[in-house]
């Protein structure tokens, strides 16, 4: 009932033995119980964090490693935090970047590499906002307006490492044709090969091949048992072959109009002022082509085609079209050539080639089967050497495939990799090589200034973020100020970020910047001030528990650092409130955050990156009730009645490590979300469960028509709980009207006539009351909502409020949102939602009480903005 992380957490278990949670940033849902899964959550999200603990001064901790100790790294230190510099264009002010970004964009109209660039620096000023979405919706729209095969290889491959969680295991080949349920701006082949009109979705050549071309007229050559090609009984059509070249001791015949049609020089060479117009035998012997190569282009000659030659032949016929300057024999040669490379050890084999002669679309296919494999493509020496060295960029750059978006990927998929690598180093050197427009040296050099600050090589840093400032990107102050303090010139770095202050429209970055320099109650001034100008800064809560912590106040550092996982769930925030719990000796809580952790990231390391979540509370298993599959299941319950979302994600978290195969956790944080399904569909033992699973993966990444077909498929199987709610939700997916909203709630009602237990039916029969309430049936409604109240699914009190709201009776809508608010530990949204229905002064309250648990809400503001 909250908005934050876990306000839909949904189960998805198919044996009573498992379960899965998911979440999404708002709505109803857990469902739950032998076997039955409920629905996905409204598409309203909420997006995770999940940067760790930054300390990398942080001085020797109190306490030894001791295998059984709670605290084996002794407790943080407040003067060891630092705020992460954030790697991406910040402007002072976003709201005049993205309208002057909008204005290029409108300005930009018909011109598509304008576009494709416009979209691009959305992507980069969409970073700093952290929302998922928009980001992906800037890769698409830059992908739509891609005007050559290079840029739509490296968007399309973009794109589609992002997605790359959605995939089902085994994950398919890079370069394997489209699958039903691959996006269409995603296809490989589209991306290279594809005659596209920029701004227009692609037409994806693996499910819609282009027509057959026309019956060719009859060859003048045929196929001889001796030789892959030779000349038509090398006599049958001696009336039209009328030229022969020799190579070495064997004749190739051709006709001599048709050669001298390939290009100019050739044109040339055999109707101009040369000796060789007047023979009829040329010697091509030291020509660098062989007897079949030269059949390859006598056969390209005459018929237009370059059929079933061996990748060899067609290499030489290449470099005969580059030394001829025959185009159209260029053209065929590397449509040819690409469409051969299948995979890596292909593209490995023929890219050097391609760069020798040009091949623009050999190099980018080439080069899309290396960024379809990435991060693992970039640990291949070859592959790093072609594309971090600037060696391999010039070589890029003369066969058309050297951009800015090609580094600009390259780069971020080496910085989440490993920030610190040199291989992050030389292609963010490269890619500031290949920044011509204002926000693309901006965001270069600012990167370059991060990446060396990690590195702790602070006055490479402070020279590349002094650069950036140079091209007006002022967050860098930030940066020269942090390299300026690292090499103990603390003042300095406090003069320029007290300057910044004044000269700027004031944001929560500067002062919590500023706050590192300071000391006392001028830091803890700043601090506050950070976070009134900007709530969802996590570092100032940090720090403020820390502090707390060290003056012994540890009860008052856990409600500090709860403030902010109210709204949201980042793991450095819930590995700071398990280290307090440690130092209370409340164990219990401690596991309970160290499990929500590993939900969002299994391979979290804890402590200063020295310690796994899984090593730890195996220490603490003995601290700590263990629970059974029943417990759990009780568990569950009743965290889910209390709208607890990090209590259920710890039970749900339990219960996946016990049964992984007969269950699948699904969070509102794409990554944890795909994993955990992927692995639950992997595992499933029955071909019912297996396609109730794909259902769900399909349907969240918007595929809804192919859910519903898994959703089908299975009820053809075995009729269970799970398929029929994949099908209701798949079908509620849109604009009903009466009689298909009716339908879908006959779904559900078929849902709940398979085995399931209270936790699911009280989801289902939610789900039914909402349907109601849209088709105007208030009374249906409200006794969809009471049962499922009768089941302790608490969170139907919102729904059973909206049915006395609209029936006019807002003092009972007002009390029953009470109700929820009495047993819900997560609730600014039931209090947002309750100030709805209360006089003028219940509402200022509630939205006031609303604002305090989440500073994040907007309802807050606009409802004071329309009574103003």
Not at 12 to 28: P, V
Not at 157 to 185: G, S, V
Not at 769 to 788: F, R
Request: a negative charge.
């Amino acid at each position: 009932m909250t908005n934050n992380f876990l306000t839909t957490i949904q189960i998805y278990a198919l044996n009573a033995a498992g379960a899965g949670a998911s979440t999404s940033g708002s709505g109803d849902g857990v469902g739950g119980g032998g076997g039955k899964p409920p629905p996905p959550p409204l598409p309203r999200s909420f997006s995770v964090g999940s940067a760790s603990l930054c300390y990398p001064h942080a001085p020797s901790m109190s306490g030894a490693f001791v295998p059984d100790s709670p605290l084996p790294f002794g407790l943080p230190v407040a003067a060891a935090l630092e705020p992460a510099l954030d790697a991406c264009l910040r402007p002072v002010d976003h709201v005049e970047a993205l309208a002057a970004s909008f204005r290029r964009m409108s300005s930009a109209e018909g011109e598509s590499n304008d576009l494709c660039d416009v979209f691009l620096e959305q992507h980069a000023l969409f970073h700093a906002l952290g929302d998922v979405r928009l980001l992906r919706r800037a890769l698409r729209a830059a992908r739509i307006h891609a005007s050559n095969p290079h840029l739509r290889v490296v968007l399309a491959a973009w794109l589609r490492y992002e997605r790359r969680e959605d995939e089902f295991d085994p994950t398919p080949p890079p370069l394997a044709p489209c699958t039903p349920t691959t996006p269409l701006l995603e296809c490989p082949r589209a991306a290279v090969f594809a005659s596209e009109s920029p701004g227009v979705d692609p037409v994806c050549p693996c499910r819609h091949p282009p027509p057959s071309p026309p019956t060719p007229p009859a060859p003048r050559f045929r196929r001889n048992t001796s030789s892959a090609y030779q000349a038509g009984e090398e006599d049958g059509d001696e009336e039209t072959n009328d030229l022969w070249f020799v190579i070495g001791e064997e004749e190739v015949a051709c006709e001599r109009s048709c050669i001298a049609a390939l290009s100019k020089p050739l044109s040339t060479l055999l109707y101009g002022g040369f000796a060789e117009a007047q023979r009829d035998r040329i010697d091509f012997s030291r020509d660098g082509i062989t007897p079949r190569g030269m059949r390859a282009v006598a056969a390209f000659s005459q018929h237009g085609r370059l059929d079933d030659f061996p990748t060899d032949t067609i290499l030489e016929v290449l470099a005969f079209s580059n030394k001829f300057c025959c185009e159209g024999l260029k053209d065929a040669c590397d449509n040819k050539l690409a469409n051969m490379v299948s995979g890596v050890d292909d593209a490995l084999s023929l890219i050097d080639l391609g760069l020798d002669e040009a091949a623009h679309l050999l190099v980018a296919t080439c080069l899309q089967a290396f960024l379809r494999e990435l991060p693992k493509s970039l640990s291949n020496p070859d592959v790093a050497r072609l594309l971090c060295s600037p060696e391999g960029m010039e070589r890029l750059d003369i066969a058309g495939n050297a951009s800015f978006a090609l580094y600009y990927f390259l780069s971020y998929v080496a910085m989440e990799e490993d920030i610190r690598s040199n291989t992050t180093v030389m292609l963010l050197e490269r890619l500031r090589e290949c920044a011509e427009l204002p926000w693309q040296k901006q965001l270069a050099l600012h990167q370059l200034g991060c990446v060396m600050l990690e590195r702790g090589e602070f006055k490479d840093a402070q020279g590349w973020f002094e650069d950036a400032i140079a091209e007006d990107h002022m967050y860098s102050l930030a940066g020269v100020a942090r390299a300026k303090y690292k090499r103990g010139h603390k003042y300095s770095a406090y003069k320029m970020m007290n300057s910044i202050t004044g000269d700027y429209e004031p944001a929560g970055w500067m002062f919590q910047e500023r706050s590192l320099y300071c000391v006392g109650k001028e830091k803890m001034a700043d601090l506050r001030t950070a976070t009134e100008l900007d709530p969802a800064l996590s570092y100032p809560y940090k720090y403020r528990a820390v502090a707390l912590l060290e003056e012994d106040k540890t009860e008052s550092a856990v409600e500090e650092i709860s403030k902010v996982l109210a709204f949201k769930m980042a793991t450095d925030c819930l590995e700071l409130r398990a280290w307090f719990y440690l130092a209370l000796v409340d164990y219990e809580s401690a596991v309970r955050d160290v499990r929500a952790i590993l939900t969002l990231d299994p391979s979290y390391m804890m402590f200063h990156g020295k310690m796994h979540g899984e090593q730890l509370i195996e220490i603490l298993r003995g601290h700590v009730q263990q629970w059974d599959t029943a417990d759990c299941w009780m568990q569950l319950f009743g965290r889910w009645s209390e709208v607890d979302d990090i209590g259920s994600l710890t039970v749900v978290q339990q219960m996946l490590t016990r049964e992984p195969g007969n269950s699948s956790l699904r969070l509102n944080c794409q990554k944890a979300a795909m994993r955990s399904l992927r692995f639950a569909r992997n595992s499933s033992a029955h071909e019912h469960e297996r396609l109730v699973y794909e259902g769900w993966i399909l349907y969240d990444t918007g595929h809804r028509e192919e859910a519903l077909a898994k959703a089908e498929q299975s009820i053809e199987i075995q009729r269970s709980f799970e398929a029929f709610f994949l099908k209701a939700y798949a079908l509620g997916d849109s604009s009903l009207d009466t009689d298909s909203a009716l339908s879908v709630v006959q779904l559900l009602e078929h849902a709940n006539s398979c085995a399931s237990d209270n936790l699911r039916k009280g989801q289902a029969y939610h789900n039914m009351g909402s349907i109601y309430v849209d088709c105007d049936l208030l009374d249906e409604a409200a006794e969809c909502y009471n049962i499922a109240l009768s089941i302790k699914h608490t969170r139907a009190h919102q729904g059973l409020a909206r049915v006395h709201y609209l029936k006019n009776r807002k003092k009972a809508a007002y009390g029953e949102m009470s109700e929820l608010i009495k047993v819900a530990k997560n609730s600014a949204s039931a209090y947002e939602k309750r100030s709805e229905y209360g006089e003028r002064e219940e509402a200022k309250s509630d939205l006031s009480m609303a604002t305090f648990l989440d500073p994040t809400r907007t309802y807050r503001y606009r409802a004071a903005g329309k009574n103003t």
